[in-house]
């Protein structure tokens, strides 16, 4: 699998309305899961809003989105990163590279879905996510 590079936006509780709406903007398949879904609830109030949700279009585009659970602060304006996804080992080192002089929000480690996961803000104060997938053990 090659390395892509996607927006994620984060939603106040209304990922899923946002995403419908999207899909009927460019078409194409979405694929979603709740927090509880993934046994990930901080409480009732989470386990129906999203943890994670893609689009895929027919134009080749990729969208990715996800509510805010309860207990992190929802920011507007700064509710979307750029994800890193991919297979390719190379992921690592972006993630290094972009937490040079930058703060790391997650560390890149195993998650409940399988993959590494992690997160940083780059120097210039731009969220970056990197998921890297089991292929890569």
């Known amino acids: 699998?090659?390395?892509?590079?996607?927006?994620?936006i984060q939603f106040d509780g209304n990922a899923r309305e946002a995403m419908e709406f999207y899909q009927s903007v460019f078409g194409g398949d979405l694929a979603s899961n709740t927090?509880?879904?993934f046994g990930a609830s901080s409480g009732p109030d989470d386990e129906n809003k999203l943890m994670h949700s893609q689009l895929e279009t027919p134009a080749g585009f990729t969208l990715m989105a996800s509510d805010t659970p309860q207990g992190m602060?929802?920011?507007p304006g700064q509710n979307i990163a750029v994800s890193l996804s991919g297979d390719?080992?190379?992921l690592r080192g972006y993630y290094e590279k972009l937490a040079d002089g930058?703060?790391?929000t997650m560390p890149l480690d195993?998650?409940?879905?399988g993959d590494e996961f992690g997160m940083v803000t780059d120097r210039f104060g731009i969220n970056w996510m990197v998921n890297i997938g089991q292929g890569q053990s």
Do not use: C, H, I, T
């Open 1 to 8: 699998m090659a390395s892509r590079l996607n927006p994620y």
């Open 35 to 37: 927090f509880a879904e």
């Open 73 to 75: 602060p929802y920011n």
């Open 88 to 90: 390719d080992e190379d």
């Open 102 to 104: 930058g703060e790391v």
């Open 110 to 113: 195993k998650q409940l879905w």
